[in-house]
C-alpha cells in the first residue's frame, strides 16, 4: 500500500478512522488540534458521517466519549494537556466506569511550552486513573496505536490515554494504512451496574481496578510496543520511553547502540524488562520526554547513584530532550556548529497587523490611565499577547476562564475597578459559570468579551456558542442596558472610549463586546470563496 | 543519500509550501522523510523552522542534530543565523537578502551582510526582486526553493513535479508561474555562486 505523509496527529486520526472508530470529542488546543481538523475534512470519516465537530470543552469531550463508549461504539477525545485538567474529573471517574465500546484518550503534551501557558506530563494522570497509556515514537506507532488502543479498551474495558508530544504531533513521515474496519454496532453494556457510580458499587469498582493492575503490567510486558535490544557495553543500559527512543538512536551510528536499550512506548512499567536491565546494568539512563516519572519510580526516595535522567543533571529538568541533549548526558562530543551570532535579536510572536483586538486595547489603555496599572485580568488565546509592548494592557494570565473569577475575587477584596479581558471562544469554554458567579453576587466587575467570531490563537475554529453571546449573557442575568457591543476600529476610538467608561462608573456587572471577526478567518474565508467560484 | 535540510522565516512566509515541494519531491524518489513543523503561537509574526530530513536509511530522530545540518535554506536573512548551531562544518546556508522587520532592534543592513560574510558557505539572493521581475511577486518562496535544488540531492524535475502537484489545485497559470519561479531562482544561485 501506498504509503500516506502523516503528521503524528494525523497518524493518529488516520488510525482511529480505519479502526472503526465513530466519533470523535474534542477541544482545540496545540498541538491536539490536527487530530480532529484531519478527522473533520477526511473523506472516509465524511461518509461514514463520524461525529467530529467540537465540543465546549475538554470535560464536556470526555463525558460525550464516554456516553458514546457505554452506548457500545468506538471513541476518541482529544485535548491539550492542560486541556486534561479541564476534564480531571469526568477522566478519573472514566477508569471507575471503564469502557464498553473502546474509547481512546489522546492528550498532547507540549514540552518547553511552544505554544501552552505550562509544562506538564500527563502520563501522571494514566498512573494517577491507573489506566494503560500509550506513547508512540513513531507517526507509523501513533497509527497503529489506535488499532491496538482501541481493541485493548474493549478487551480490558478501560479507556486508554494516548500520550503524544509536540515535536511528534507536529512532525510529517511516511504511514502504511490497513485495511479499514466496520464500526460497532449500537450495544449497551452487558453489566447494567458498569456505568454507575454511587460509592457502594464505586468502592467495587476500584478494588476491581486495583485487582486489574497486575494483569495491565502483563500486557506491557508482551506489548509489541516495548522491546529490549540486547548491547554488548554492560557498564550502562538506556531506558528510552516514547519520541526519545528516537534522539537515543540518533546518536549511534546507524542506530547500533553498545548499550542495551529499553523501549517503553506502553505503560504501566513492564516490570520484569525493568528487573532485566536493571540486573544486567551497572547504571541506567532514563530518557523521557516530559517530568522525570519513570526515573522518580526507579530512584526511590532514598540516595540512588544507579539511575540518571532529569534528577541528577544529567538532562536538563525541564525543556524537551534532542539529540545534542542525549549526546551530552552520554558523555558524547559535542557537535554543535558555530553559535548565534550576538546581532541576531528574538522575534515575538505579536498580534497581526490589523486584528480588531488591538483596537480594544487602545480604547481599554485609554480608560485606565486614570485608574493606572493593575486592574485588567485576562486569559488566553491571542489577546494575550496584549500585555506585551507597545499595549501592556492587560495583567494576568492564569487558566481558561479564570478573567472573569480573577477580576470577581479581586472585587470582592475592594479592587475597583476590576476588569475582565476573555476572547469569546474561551468565554464559551469556561467564561458562563463565572458570569453567573458575578450575577449572584452582584460584583462590581466589567467583562470584557473580544468577539472575534472565532478560535483565533488554535488557527480559527468555531465554537460552540457563536452569535448568541448577547442572549447568553440575558440568561445568565446581566441587564440588557449594560450589555455594550461596539466596533472596534480606530474611527470609533472617541466612541468606544466613551462606552467604557459608563460601564466603568456603573456599579455591577457590565459586558462590553467589542464585535469585528480575526482578520486571519476573514483572510481565510475570502480564499475558499475565491476557490469555489 | 541523506540530507538534513533547516527552513526558516517568519511566520506566513510560506517555508510550509517549501517543505511540503521538497517532501513530494523526496517520496517521488522512494526516500525516507520527517519532517517537523512548527505550528501554533509563534505563526503569529513570530521565527518559524522547519526540520527536514531525507535518507536512503532508516531516520530516527525528526529532530536534526546540531553541527549536523547540510542546508540552511532560509527566506528572510537574519531568521538564516539563527539556526547557525545547527550547520555542519561542510554545510551551506542559503538565503533570500529582503528583510522582514516587524521588530524594532532589527539589525542594521550592513551588520547583517557581515554577518551572513562571515558564513564559510553561503548564497544570498534577493529573491523577492527576482520573483517581482518574473511577474509573481508571491512566488518568491519557490525562487528560494529554486536556489537550492543544486544541494539537495535531488532531480530538477522531481521538483518540477512536486510544484505540479502542491499547485494543481490551483490552476494552470498558477503552476506555470510557480515552475519559472523555481528555475529563475536555481540560474540566480549558479550566478551568484560563481
Ligand atoms: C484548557 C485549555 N484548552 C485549550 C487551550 C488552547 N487555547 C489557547 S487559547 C484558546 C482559545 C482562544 O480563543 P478566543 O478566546 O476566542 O481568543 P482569540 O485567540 O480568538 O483571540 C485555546 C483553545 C488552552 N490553553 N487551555
Ligand atoms: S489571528 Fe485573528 S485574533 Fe489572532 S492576532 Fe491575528 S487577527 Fe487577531
Known amino acids: 500500500m501506498k504509503k500516506l505523509l502523516l503528521l503524528g496527529d494525523e497518524a493518529l486520526a488516520q488510525g482511529a478512522i480505519d479502526a472503526g472508530m465513530s466519533g470523535v470529542f474534542a477541544y482545540p488546543g496545540t498541538p491536539s488540534t490536527e487530530i480532529t481538523e484531519y478527522i473533520q475534512v477526511n473523506e472516509d470519516a465524511i461518509k461514514r458521517d463520524i461525529h467530529r465537530t467540537w465540543a465546549s470543552n475538554e470535560k464536556t469531550a470526555v463525558e460525550a466519549a464516554v456516553g458514546m463508549s457505554y452506548a457500545g461504539k468506538r471513541t476518541m477525545c482529544c485535548m491539550k494537556h492542560v486541556g486534561l485538567n479541564v476534564a480531571a474529573d469526568a477522566f478519573m471517574n472514566s477508569a471507575f466506569v471503564g469502557a464498553n465500546g473502546g474509547n481512546l484518550i489522546a492528550v498532547a503534551d507540549d514540552p518547553s511550552m511552544h505554544s501552552s501557558q505550562n509544562e506538564q506530563d500527563s502520563r501522571f494522570y494514566a498512573k494517577f486513573a491507573m489506566i494503560p497509556c500509550l506513547e508512540p515514537s513513531s507517526q507509523q506507532e501513533a497509527y497503529d496505536m489506535a488499532f491496538y488502543g482501541l481493541d485493548y479498551s474493549e478487551r480490558v474495558k478501560l479507556p486508554i490515554m494516548v500520550r503524544l508530544t509536540t515535536r511528534l504531533s507536529h512532525s510529517r513521515a511516511g504511514v502504511i494504512r490497513k485495511e479499514m474496519l466496520a464500526e460497532n454496532e449500537i450495544k449497551l453494556p452487558e453489566d447494567p451496574d458498569q456505568f454507575m457510580l454511587l460509592p457502594s458499587y464505586s468502592r467495587a469498582k476500584y478494588k476491581k481496578l486495583i485487582k486489574l493492575q497486575d494483569e495491565l503490567i502483563k500486557t506491557s510486558e508482551e506489548s509489541p510496543f516495548n522491546s529490549y535490544e540486547a548491547g554488548e557495553d554492560k557498564s550502562l543500559g538506556i531506558i528510552a520511553c516514547g519520541l526519545a527512543y528516537n534522539y537515543v538512536k540518533e546518536v549511534f551510528d546507524g542506530g547500533k547502540s553498545p548499550y542495551p536499550i529499553l523501549k517503553i512506548c506502553q505503560y504501566p512499567l513492564p516490570k520484569n524488562m525493568i528487573h532485566k536491565i536493571m540486573n544486567e546494568c551497572d547504571r541506567i539512563l532514563v530518557v523521557e520526554e516530559g517530568q522525570p516519572i519513570v526515573e522518580e519510580m526507579l530512584k526511590g526516595y532514598m540516595p540512588n547513584d544507579k539511575i540518571r535522567g532529569r534528577l541528577d543533571g544529567s538532562f536538563s529538568r525541564d525543556g524537551e530532550i534532542n539529540p545534542n541533549k542525549v549526546m551530552a548526558a552520554l558523555g558524547m562530543a559535542n557537535t554543535t556548529g558555530e553559535a548565534i551570532p550576538e546581532n541576531v535579536v528574538g522575534r515575538p510572536p505579536a498580534l497581526c497587523v490589523g486584528c480588531p483586538h488591538i483596537d480594544s486595547f487602545n480604547v481599554l489603555n485609554d480608560v485606565l490611565e486614570e485608574h493606572g496599572k493593575g486592574h485588567v485580568f485576562s486569559d488566553i488565546g491571542c489577546y494575550t499577547l496584549g500585555y506585551l509592548p507597545p499595549y501592556n494592557a492587560i495583567d494576568t494570565v492564569l487558566d481558561m476562564g ?10 470582592d477584596a475592594g479592587l475597583f475597578p476590576a476588569v475582565a479581558v476573555i476572547g469569546d471562544g474561551t468565554f464559551g469554554h469556561s467564561g458562563l459559570t463565572g458570569l453567573a458567579d458575578c450575577i449572584y453576587d452582584e460584583t462590581n466587575v466589567v467583562v470584557v468579551i473580544l468577539d472575534n467570531a472565532t478560535t483565533g490563537m488554535t488557527g480559527g475554529q468555531n465554537y460552540c456558542i457563536e452569535g448568541r453571546l448577547e442572549d447568553i449573557c440575558i440568561g445568565l442575568g446581566v441587564e440588557k442596558e449594560h450589555i455594550r457591543v461596539v466596533t472596534p ?45 | 543519500m541523506k540530507k538534513d535540510i533547516i527552513l526558516a522565516g517568519v511566520g506566513g512566509q ?20 520527517k519532517q517537523a513543523e512548527v505550528h501554533g503561537m509563534s505563526q503569529r509574526g513570530g521565527d518559524v523552522q522547519s526540520h527536514l530530513r531525507l535518507s536512503d536509511q532508516p531516520i530516527f530522530s525528526d529532530l536534526v542534530p546540531e553541527g549536523k545540518c547540510d542546508v540552511i535554506l532560509s527566506i528572510e536573512p537574519m531568521e538564516s543565523l539563527r539556526y547557525l548551531p545547527y550547520l555542519a562544518k561542510d554545510g551551506i546556508l542559503i538565503t533570500n537578502s529582503t528583510p522582514f522587520i516587524n521588530i524594532t532592534n532589527y539589525p542594521e543592513a550592513e551588520m547583517l551582510e557581515k554577518m551572513l560574510a562571515n558564513v564559510k558557505n553561503h548564497i544570498v539572493i534577493n529573491a523577492d526582486e527576482i520573483a517581482k521581475g518574473i511577474g509573481s511577486a508571491r512566488a518568491m518562496n519557490i525562487v528560494m526553493l529554486g536556489a537550492a535544488v543544486k544541494h539537495l540531492g535531488l532531480p530538477m524535475e522531481n521538483f518540477e513535479n512536486a510544484v505540479k502537484t502542491v499547485f494543481g489545485r490551483k490552476g ?23
Do not use: W
Open chain 2, 14 to 33: 510560506g517555508i510550509l509550501t517549501i517543505a511540503t515541494i521538497i517532501g513530494t519531491a523526496a517520496v517521488e524518489e522512494g526516500l525516507n522523510l
Open chain 1, 402 to 411: 479564570a478573567s472573569i473569577t480573577m477580576a470577581k475575587g479581586a472585587a
Open chain 2, 172 to 194: 494552470e497559470a498558477v503552476v506555470e508561474s510557480n515552475i519559472k519561479a523555481l528555475h529563475a531562482g536555481r540560474e540566480n544561485a549558479e550566478n551568484n555562486a560563481k
Open chain 1, 489 to 533: 476600529l480606530k474611527k470609533n476610538h472617541e466612541e468606544n472610549v466613551k462606552v467604557f467608561r459608563e460601564e466603568f462608573d456603573y456599579e455591577g456587572v457590565s459586558v462590553i463586546i467589542p464585535r469585528r471577526e480575526c482578520i486571519q478567518t476573514l483572510a481565510q474565508k475570502h480564499r475558499t470563496a475565491k476557490v469555489t467560484k
